[in-house]
Each structure stands twice: as C-alpha cells, then as structure tokens.
C-alpha cells in the first residue's frame, strides 16, 4: 500500500472567514451514507464545513500540526470583489508522518487496484454485507477497511490498547487508565476473520488514557490508531491481504470551541456520477475534537517513557517504523488471530519539511512519473497542495528532489510517540520469517520506508535519512536520532552466528560531503529482542551504518546434519530455538528464543 499524505485536506479545510454555526448538536447525528448513487443532485468534493454551516475553528494557540500551521500561514490576495481568497501561485508542500485527519472506522469499496494509491471515486459501506460493496457488484476493484485501535478493557477480541505504563524521571512508574471514548458515540462494526486468519479487526474508536502524574494535574493522552486491511475483489470474491497499521500516543490539553464531531459520508464527485467519501467537519486548528471541545497537543513529561502493550493481528509481520529514542520491543502470541506486543519507548522529535512554495519556481518534472503519469505530489497539486508521508516509497528521493524550493530550515518540530508498519517487504531470506521482525525509528523528515538494508558485502545495516538541517528558527542544528530494535533470532540469521555480539559499531556517511563518523554503543538485550540507538548526527541525508562487532571469534551456527555445510554470508542458518513457561502471581508468559530467559519479575515454571 502507498501510505499519501491527502493533500486536498488541506484545501477542504481551510476558510478564511469563519461562518456563523447552525444548531451543532444536530450535525454528530448526520448520515452515515446518504448517497443516492442514482441522484441526479450531487453536492461537490471540494466543499468544506461552509455546505453544512460548521465554523472552521481557529486557535489563538500555536500550531500543533500541519493542517493548523498551513491554516495559520495561509497566504492570500484580493479577488475582483475585495474579498480575501488564497493567493492561487502558493503551493503548500509537506514531508511528514503526522496523522492529520480524525479516525473513523469505515469499510469502503475503491476503483484502484489494492498496492495502488486510493482511488477517489470510493464508496462508504454500511457494512461488509451492504450489497454495493460485495464482490459480485462489479462495480469496485478493490476493499478496504479502517480498523480504529480501540480500547481491550471493552472490546477484548480485538486490535486493541491492553496498557499504557509512564515511567519518569526518577523512575517511577505510573499507570495510565481508558477514561473517554473520542468521537462519543462512534459508528463501530464488528470483525471478521476465516480459519486462515484473514480477514479484519473490529472498526472501534480511539480513547483518551489518564495518568495521575506527581505534582500536576491529571493528564490525558490520546491513543489513537488504525489497522488497515484491503482485500482483491477477484472472480466473486474478497481477498484480504496482510494487514497495515499505525498508531500514536499524544499527551493532550484541551480548550472550548464551537465544532462538531466528525463522521463519514458519501458524496458525488465533482458533478459526475461517481461517488467519493469525504470527511465531514475537518478542524485544522485541533489535533482532534469532539462535539465543542478542541484537543491540543501537550508535552510528555520531562525524561520520560513512555510502555505501550497492543494487541495486534498476528498476521502483521516484518518491520515497523516509529518516531521514537531507544525503542524496546517484545512480542508473544495471545491466540490464533492476534500477538501481544509491547513496545517502550521515550518520546522523539518529529522534523516536519515544508511550506508554501511559488509555483513558477517549481519545474513540471516534479510533478509526474517517468511515464507521464501524475506522481503523488503531482495529484496532490490539483487540489492546491502537495504532500508525501515521511515513509513512502521514494520518499527520500522526491524530498531531495524538492529541498531546493523548501529550503534548510524546518516547517514544524513536533514531539511524537509513534510507531507504523513499513509498506514494503524485506527481500533478505531471513527477513522473511513469521511476525514481527524490528522496529527502526528515526526523526527525519524522510527515511527509508522498510527494514535497513543487509550490505552482505560491508556487512552492515544501512539505513537513509533525510530532514533540513535546521530547526524552524533557521538557526538552530536539527540533531537526528537513530533507534533500532530487532529480534535476536534475525541477527544470528543474518550474520550466521550462534551468540549475538554485545557491541555494535555505528557509522554516519553525509550524502553531500562523503564525510564519516563513527562511534561504538551497546548492543542491549530483553528476552529475544536486541536494541541499540544513536543520536546527536546532523542532517541534511546522512547514511547509517550498523556493524556488529565481534569481541571474539565469530562461531557460526551449523547446519542440521542432514544438509551441506555452507558459509554464513551464502546461506545463514538460525539457531534453534526453544520455549519456557514464566510466571510472575497469576500472569503467565511464554518466552521463545535460543537462549530464552524470564523477564525481570517473572519465574520459570
């Protein structure tokens, strides 16, 4: 799947003069799907909150997102009529992995092909039985469903939040509570999997966790995520894929505003015939909101972490992605469909690359593929704005592209938690195993959009970046941060070794310069998980480098008796692996690995 960045919010959301608000408590209960697809009326894509009459809130707060900085920035002229509209030769640009929409479960049905990007002629589905969206229609190519993380406490068989767990400076440790469901009320369907495991979570809704933290008020924090599954419409039948996910935690205030929750609907397209889903009541100025109430982003607490425990479809598998400093991973399974994973992690900067751009000064090549065809910034450009996800494929390709027309300097620094599946698969043997292989995190505008690449001939794991090389002030250095986590397992396969190495050693390469710096770390070990970190490199596109340094001399693992020797970088073999029972009160745990240990706390049984 191509994760885009929906430039055309952008345009939707933006107003210039706010307009009065009608009877807002009546707009929460509107239509879930009230086309028609045989109307002759259609109401256009392209119309915002001012169709219904919703305001288009503005804070007086500093922006704390895309949508709200391009709102606060926008440039504008004077029409013929002395009114103010956006000046038409501005084009807003952004690299970011922010999610800048509310999220709403929905199934819906689309024209594109699954592994394209998302068509926009789309269809909203009551649900999976509604007969427009069953495979027999012909009318759509392909299915897709949003899945919202929602809360374990209420909803156990699910994609769910199971624990959030704060630890502090002083190394406290606090524990957060689901306390508010976000929007109230959400239009919710229930999951569907076959004895294969395919198929889709529960479509839940985000939730608010509250922590008692010393010496402060109570805070909130927002998690919020979304596991996205597609299936091929293909010969009268759904074929789900592997699944997607994203997911982030924000700490949040909050302040009164006259908005409305938002809700799904589906429109006609421009005047034609076809039918398009759009987001009603879209409020750049929040980070989410509910009925009269807008959410802000806040600070984590100072030196702190932040522990996450998902429960996750198990058939999501490879490397995950996160804005996150030292992430710790572990995983084991729950049941047939859905793992546990826990995922620690302190909060990391998210270097947002963008800004509003002269058109003249763009060359028409940046807007299409070599064969002529619209690319992602290229479509975006039609509805007035261009935008790619931090971790597209290409990502790091078209942002040097574009970084002479946006220029060193940052467009937003954010603190972010958050963690995403990659969108392309290893192609390395061993990173084809089952589950969760690593999560790689990076603070770039930009990075590589999988796992790091194997150089069997360095023997290393290389890794690209990308980000302006100042802060937002124009002056101050953007210092980028580098966070690998990865199964054990996966690092005796690649390197053919029996005992994992304590130490790794970590180069950085300026794509600019050639210059090289290295610096030796730690290699940390939990259970089957190894992790190792790096930070204080400036941008703008360094490579990471990531050898692992044997303190002795390496033994390789030997092949079963019943296969030739071979040499580790021509077919690595992993190790055996074994599982023990640990227990700690009522809570039992199996931990699998070569060498597997009980987690601090718990026994062996």
């Known amino acids: 799947m191509k994760r885009v960045f929906t430039a055309a919010l952008i345009t939707l959301a933006v107003a210039l003069t706010p307009t009065t608000l009608l009877t807002p408590l009546s707009f929460a209960e509107g239509p879930q799907n ?5 109307q002759v009326n259609s109401k256009d894509l392209m119309q915002g909150n001012d169709f219904y009459g919703i305001e288009t809130f503005q804070t007086r707060q500093k922006p704390d997102s895309i949508l709200g900085w391009f709102q606060q920035n926008l440039p504008t002229v004077s029409n013929r009529y002395g009114d103010k509209q956006k000046d038409p ?30 068509s926009a002629v789309s269809y909203l589905c009551t649900s999976i039985a509604d007969p427009l969206c069953g495979p027999s229609s012909g009318k759509f190519k392909s299915l897709r469903v949003d899945s919202v993380i929602g809360n374990c406490a209420l909803t156990p068989n699910s994609a769910c939040v199971e624990q959030i767990l704060l630890t502090l400076a002083d190394k406290s440790i606090v524990t957060a509570k689901p306390v508010l469901e976000i929007p109230a009320n959400t239009k919710t369907f229930p999951g569907k999997f076959d004895s294969d495991g395919k198929g889709y979570p529960p479509g839940l809704s985000s939730w608010f966790w509250e922590a008692d933290l010393p010496g402060a008020p109570k805070s909130r924090f927002l998690a919020r995520g979304t596991v996205t599954t597609y299936a091929k419409i293909t010969g009268g039948a759904l074929d789900f894929q592997k699944p997607t996910f994203t997911f982030e935690l924000v700490p949040v205030t909050s302040e009164p505003a006259p908005v409305v929750a938002p809700w799904l609907e589906n429109f006609k397209y421009k005047n034609t015939q076809d039918p398009v889903v759009r987001q009603v009541s879209i409020q750049p100025s929040c980070l989410a909101h509910d009925t009269n109430i807008c959410y802000h982003r806040a600070s984590f607490p100072k030196d702190s972490r932040a522990s996450v425990t998902l429960q996750l479809p198990n058939r999501l598998t490879g490397w995950l992605n996160g804005r996150l400093v030292k992430p710790n991973v572990t995983t084991e399974k729950i049941n047939e469909i859905y793992d546990r994973v826990v995922v620690d992690a302190a909060p990391s900067e998210n270097i947002i690359a963008g800004g509003w751009v002269e058109w003249k000064n763009i060359p028409e090549k940046l807007f299409f593929n070599d064969d002529g065809t619209p690319n992602t910034m290229g479509v975006g450009r039609l509805d007035g704005a261009a935008g790619m996800y931090s971790g597209s494929v290409g990502a790091i390709q078209e942002y040097l592209k574009w970084q002479p027309y ?51 001939e360095t023997q290393t794991l290389d890794y690209k970046v990308a980000a302006p090389h100042f802060a937002p002030d124009g002056k101050t250095e953007n210092l980028g941060t580098y966070g690998l986590s990865m199964r054990a397992d996966l690092v005796q396969c690649l390197y053919g070794v029996k005992d994992v190495p304590s130490r790794v050693e970590i180069s950085i390469t300026n794509a600019s310069s050639g ?40 033994e390789t693992a030997p092949a079963p008796a019943s296969e030739p020797q071979v040499s580790a970088a021509a077919a690595p073999k992993v190790a055996v692996k074994k599982s023990i029972t640990c227990v700690k009160g009522k809570i039992t745990r199996k931990i699998a690995g070569t060498n597997p240990k009980c987690p601090t706390g718990f026994k062996k049984k």
């Open 89 to 118: 030769n501005k084009l807003g640009v952004s690299f970011s992995s922010e999610l800048p929409m509310a999220l709403l479960s929905s199934i819906r049905v689309l024209t594109s092909n699954v592994g394209e990007s998302d």
């Open 515 to 554: 210059e090289s710096k290295g610096s030796t770390v730690e290699l940390s070990r939990n259970g089957n998980w190894v992790y190792l970190s790096a930070e204080g490199f400036t941008f703008s596109s360094p490579t990471l480098k990531v050898k692992l340094i044997q303190d002795k001399k390496i």
């Open 34 to 38: 009230s086309l028609d697809v045989n």
């Open 406 to 456: 946006l220029g060193e300097k940052a467009l937003l620094k954010e603190e972010g938690w958050t963690i995403s599946s990659t969108v392309v698969e290893s192609t390395n043997s061993c990173g084809n195993q089952s589950g969760l292989q690593g999560v790689v995190a990076a603070n770039a505008s930009a990075y590589s959009p999988g796992a790091p690449d194997f150089n069997k």
